[in-house]
């Protein structure tokens, strides 16, 4: 019999990449990745002419079709696998990513009519442009004594389904009104796949506010918001949700056209991107935290209890496997905050020493780097460049740094940045244990996970905890493709479960990372000190960051 | 009759200029340069064998005399001056800047036997090395509940007179011994040009803990410091102290020689370097702020009034005008942070982009920070990257700058530096008025305040205050030939007072800077929210800076 494969479909915030996995072995075969090529639209519509207000990023839903098909006909024509041997596929997005489709599920920013109209498009998760209505929410919901926040953190952020939508339907009517529904853009790609409209309970549970017992948020509440969004779930979203780990159905002829995969492939229920590597790093019981860290960082933990936690983005039951309540916890920015410091802030003189000394940029800069030592540039920053996903939700905190002199150099802030979001997932590994959720050990997956040892050290020593790392370069598209092989079942080539899944494909690397006490003292000294700043700036000591980012608004505005 | 002129001699860190200036209009007829041919020693002495500690900062005496020959000399050969009409020479010096001399005013490191002593060396104003002598006199006056310390904003510098004198006794008695006494390079000078040692009130005051009441600190408090002490004032310094604005007396035959300069000359009383500056920006009256803005900035301020206001460098009568109260304040960091950002912070392409623009980085960076309105980067820092002089008074404060977003710009950051400073000026000026000490308008002198009309714009939007300009590129030097020319007096073709040589040869712009209603509104809220911080981080509630400071300290030298 020939070797049997999946494929994980791995949908990023730049760019798509199709993993094809040996189904028995989880051994990775090889990928293909092709980038969006409007990637995030940030400033201007592609008509070049619509400009953007701050806050919004959107995507073109085009770009999804299209990275679709080259790279599940490149992975397969790369490494010359027949269709036949693929047994499963599984899907995995960012979220909450949106788009409004017409009844045949086609976006309505294809027509003609709607080219140049933002809310035509797709929202993509980092769109924070609806934090009014999120505010409106979180207002409403306290108002009224709801209790579906309290498993959200206590608040709903701007990044999420509803928040999206009530954008739509305030600022353009038009569009909510002509669209047939309001779709992650998972579950949108899983339809094009299939045919068949198989909503995902990680996208419904995490961002569209719906849980397994009370479903969404009340017909009354939603009224309360807005009379127009009564009937919101009836007509707009679906209340057919269905748990990972099942079969969403089968590649249809539309599918194999766009794909070449062969029809009846099995199709797995979406996931979100980051749910989908905790099968991949090997974690299938309760108290392992993992972390998928990339341009942002999730933080994702399974336990047998419902446990209500104070500013943790999440708990679904099923969410990330099944029969687990999965928690998630979120960090907004990590790899981006690097992205951020290298495009802005570093010096002509550094780029000059890379060239000498054949170095990237990041490599010069850890090395710099690494060789201070704890506590040495008295720099101490707050990680919320992008805001603060957990544990206190709320997108308008901005980064701050201090302690800086006339002396402070680049790989000093640099490192400063680093310590700083291993300082915020401290913050949420302290706010799990303290509320009764169990944490036996960390893990990390991710491309950082992977390759930046100095980061990863210096979150051992923040947390004094040992970190496992995962051992795929693709752990997000790994998972997928094991979603992809629990679809087909055992009969046709797969798992019957995830488990099974587990067992047999996830991957650990045998060496990690162990916490140094003399570091770790004197970043618990900093740490505290981040822990103050964390919470005068961001639980009402001081609002400035709110006041500034309304100045700012307001000067745009004006 | 011919021409009259009057020259004054300026004496900086890294050089000396002679500055030629027609006395009935202010002219500037031109200057002459020479830098000192043993700059700043920081390292070795120049045997260049005996090494130097760190935060040692030396000069020597023998470059003074080969500078001052050079620049007069250069002067009136360049411009073809005679010395006949020469009427009157200023001579203005860093300070505090001593050295040790014997009893013929000889230098003591001109003695072969002291060649290789540092303590026989000339300590420049930046040498630091003398902080633990400092914080002695600063304990010991707070034990004591010495009143001085309320007329320099509480605390005595380590640059000062006292704590310079206080490390030589303890790390050289034998200098101190054999020292006839100390004397600020800038008297020195004027003794070496006429053979009188005429100490001026504005080095006593300002830098020598002198009050023309009260005179020095008492013996029983010199005592309590080192028995040694006890004496001090009498054995090594002077109370014959005289105002600005005096005559010190007339150019010897020594002084012709060295100088080139007629018998006879008059000679100024001389005056710290900032200070000088008061006069040639047309300031004889109490009221008008003048800010002179380099690396650093300095305020000066005329008051009929003592007035102890807390955190303002210094006051002191006769200071800066002779029959007014003298206020220096100072901000530590000013040009100086933007050196830094655009070593530090400035990416590649920015420097690509000034190579493509023929422009230097910092005419770039205004050019970019200049299109953004006020309030619209969202940020906000607190510009202490070398501290605070005042109101704070504290070198162990350190720089902060919040609001930091992904799509945070250079240009954005670069202005919110200028911003700062602007605030802490703001704060400079708020103190003075909150205190009774009235402040009726700004002005501002220097490299900064002639050149960069974008950023004196943002005073004036941030003070809300109009803000003339100083026409003259050598405002200090210009000031010193003033002094020079009422040294002369009227009858030998200068004038008798200040006020008249104010009246005739200081220049200030016609056009000033006026505050734009709009911006100021903005930038109001922008400045409540760096006081709150100011405040929140300057004055205890949240020593975290302190604490960065401390944990660096200990990384270091572990």
Known sequence: MNKKYCIGIDYGTQSCR??????????????????YPHAVMEEVLPDKTTKLPPDWAL???????????????????????????????GVDFTACTILPVDENYEPLCFQEKYKSNPHA???????????????????????RGETFPRLYGGKISSEWLIPKVMQVINEAPEIYDEAACFIEAGDWIVYKLTGEEKRSSCFAGYKGLWHKQNGYPSKDFLKALDARLESLVDDKLSNDIYPLGDKAGEVNTVGEELTGLKQGTAVAVAVIDAHAA?????????????????????????????????????????????????????????????????????????????????????????????????????????????????????????GLIMGCTLTTKPEEIYRAL??????????????????????????????IAQKNAFMMQIYSDVTNMDIHIC??????????????????????????TIMEAVDKMSKVKEDYYCPSPENHKVYQELFNEYKTLHDYFGRGGNDVMKRLKDIKLASRYE
């Open 278 to 398: 905790v099968p991949a790093a090997g974690i299938a019981e309760e108290g392992k935290l993992l972390m998928i860290m990339g341009t942002s960082t999730c933080h994702m933990l399974l336990s047998k209890e419902e446990v209500l936690v104070p500013g943790i983005a999440g708990l679904v039951e099923d969410g990330i496997l099944p029969g687990f309540i999965g928690y998630e916890a979120g960090q907004a920015c990590v790899g981006d905050h690097f992205g951020w410091f290298v495009n802005n802030c570093v010096p002509e003189s550094y780029i000059q020493e890379c060239k000498e000394k054949g170095m990237n940029i990041h490599a010069l800069l850890t090395e710099k780097a690494s060789k201070l030592k704890v506590g040495e540039s008295g720099l101490l920053a707050l990680d919320w460049w992008n805001g603060n996903r957990s544990v206190l939700v709320d997108a308008d905190l901005t």
């Open 471 to 496: 051992d795929s370069d693709q752990a997000v598209a790994l998972g997928s493709a094991m979603f992809g092989a629990v679809a087909a079942g055992e009969e046709k080539g797969g798992y019957d």
């Open 59 to 89: 995507q073109h839903p085009e770009d999804y079709l299209y990275c679709l098909s080259t790279v599940t006909k490149g992975v397969m024509s790369k490494y010359q696998v027949n269709p036949e041997d693929i047994v499963g596929v």
């Open 18 to 35: 199709a993993l094809l996995v040996e189904v028995d072995t989880g051994y990775e075969v090889g990928d293909y990745e092709a980038p």
């Open 121 to 143: 498009y797709v929202k993509l998760w980092k769109h924070h442009a609806a934090q009014k209505y999120a505010d409106l929410i979180n207002e409403e919901a306290i108002k």
């Open 418 to 447: 680093i310590e700083a979001t291993a300082y915020g997932t401290k913050i949420i590994v302290d706010t799990f244990k303290e509320n009764g959720v169990k944490i036996t050990g960390l893990y990390a997956a991710g491309g």
